[in-house]
């Protein structure tokens, strides 16, 4: 009898993944509807005007940004996320017999970062005024 797969024992398995499913579904419209019958409504032309900190707006809110603004965002969000996956593997394999094919991957990204980073500072993408 250890061959036999005992089905209800797998579909019970699956009732909190269901439950979550339902109410992950069923949440966001409640939410909305909740939201929208609950929060104050004001009919006034001010509440479509720009906030700019109590003051009145001056000027076009469509002005041109330096593109260097944007290569630092994306420097920023490359090593950011650089150290969401490097604090995680740092944590986790500390101590538990990390294995070399592990540390060569790690290091090879690593290795992908630190070229990328070289590469922004030899092109002088990093210096706020050329």
Known sequence: MSGIIDISNIANSYIPVAIILI???IMPPVMM???????P??????KYTTYEAGS???GDARIQYNVQYYLYAIAFVV???????????????????????????????VFILLFGYVYLVKKEDL????
């Open 33 to 39: 509807f909740l939201v929208k019958m609950l929060s």
């Open 56 to 58: 009145l707006p001056k």
């Open 79 to 109: 090593f950011d996320v650089a150290l969401l996956f490097l604090y995680p593997w740092a944590t986790i394999f500390m101590g538990h017999g990390i294995t070399w094919i592990l540390t060569i991957k790690m290091a090879v990204f």
């Open 23 to 25: 109410v992950a579904i």
């Open 127 to 130: 210096k706020w005024t050329k």
């Open 41 to 46: 409504r004001s009919k006034s032309l001010a």
